[in-house]
């Protein structure tokens, strides 16, 4: 039931030009997303609406996700840090495009949901995604830098240390604004920066020292 829940899900992601590409589509088919929610609302999990899952944080809807990921234009093996690891889901998708040679290092400020997420990545046969818990404005220095890097909450404005992790060339996402912003990527190459907003977007606050 839950396959073809999953199937009508990516149909009307396509249909709708949210999913454009076929390694996209294909993630999103390998991604049951219902173990990225919690039990109580398993059976919302293929509506296309961002779910509750606890600590006042939520799951993006699968729209915003399919946006996000086809404007990163991801590679296989490439390595990608995520701010707000969440419950796991919006890495579990990334990771299944970068593939096994690739890898996603995640930062989560909330102990409760980081354990959530590697506990749903594991029940997924998830092992190339890496969460960590801690700052995500901030970034993670440790493994950059980064092909890709991108936020799944809204920033006052690019945190610098984002920047600075990020490859020369790669490219960064970034919600920009309070609750209601605009979803921004940057491109970095040969050392330029150069910015496009691709519309309106809706994420809870980034918070620490670069957020709200």
Same mark, same amino acid.
């Given at each position: 039931?839950?396959?073809?829940?999953?199937?009508?899900?990516?149909?009307?992601?396509?249909?709708?030009?949210?999913?454009?590409?076929?390694?996209?589509?294909?993630?999103?088919?390998?991604?049951?997303?219902? &173990?990225? %929610?919690?039990?109580?609302?398993?059976?919302?999990? !293929?509506?296309?609406?961002?779910?509750?899952?606890?600590?006042?944080?939520?799951?993006?809807?699968?729209?915003?996700?399919?946006?996000?990921?086809?404007?990163?234009?991801?590679?296989?093996?490439?390595? %990608? $840090?995520?701010?707000?690891?969440?419950?796991? !889901?919006?890495?579990?998708?990334?990771?299944?495009?970068?593939?096994?040679?690739?890898?996603?290092?995640?930062?989560?400020?909330?102990?409760?949901?980081?354990?959530?997420?590697?506990?749903?990545?594991?029940?997924?046969?998830?092992?190339?995604?890496?969460?960590?818990?801690?700052?995500?404005?901030?970034?993670?220095? *440790?493994?950059?830098?980064?092909?890709?890097? !991108?936020?799944?909450?809204?920033?006052?404005?690019?945190?610098?240390? &984002?920047?600075?992790? $990020?490859? *020369?060339?790669?490219?960064?996402?970034?919600?920009?604004?309070?609750?209601?912003?605009? &979803?921004?990527?940057?491109?970095?190459?040969?050392?330029?920066?150069?910015?496009? *907003?691709?519309?309106?977007?809706?994420?809870?606050?980034?918070?620490?020292? !670069?957020?709200?």
């Amino acid at each position: 039931m839950q396959n073809q829940e999953r199937e009508n899900l990516v149909k009307q992601l396509k249909n709708r030009q949210y999913i454009k590409t076929k390694t996209v589509e294909q993630a999103f088919l390998n991604t049951p997303r219902e &173990l990225f %929610v919690p039990n109580e609302i398993k059976i919302q999990a !293929y509506i296309d609406t961002p779910l509750h899952i606890g600590c006042s944080q939520t799951i993006s809807a699968p729209h915003m996700v399919a946006i996000m990921v086809e404007a990163l234009d991801l590679h296989r093996d490439q390595t %990608v $840090l995520e701010i707000g690891g969440g419950s796991g !889901y919006h890495a579990a998708v990334v990771s299944h495009i970068i593939g096994e040679k690739g890898h996603v290092y995640t930062v989560e400020r909330h102990t409760q949901l980081a354990h959530f997420a590697e506990k749903n990545l594991k029940n997924a046969n998830i092992n190339n995604v890496t969460v960590h818990i801690g700052d995500g404005s901030k970034g993670l220095e *440790d493994f950059a830098p980064y092909d890709r890097i !991108y936020v799944t909450c809204a920033a006052p404005d690019i945190p610098p240390p &984002l920047i600075e992790q $990020l490859k *020369d060339p790669g490219k960064l996402l970034v919600p920009i604004g309070e609750m209601t912003c605009s &979803l921004i990527l940057l491109k970095k190459n040969t050392k330029t920066i150069k910015t496009n *907003d691709l519309g309106g977007c809706v994420f809870v606050p980034l918070i620490g020292k !670069y957020g709200h």
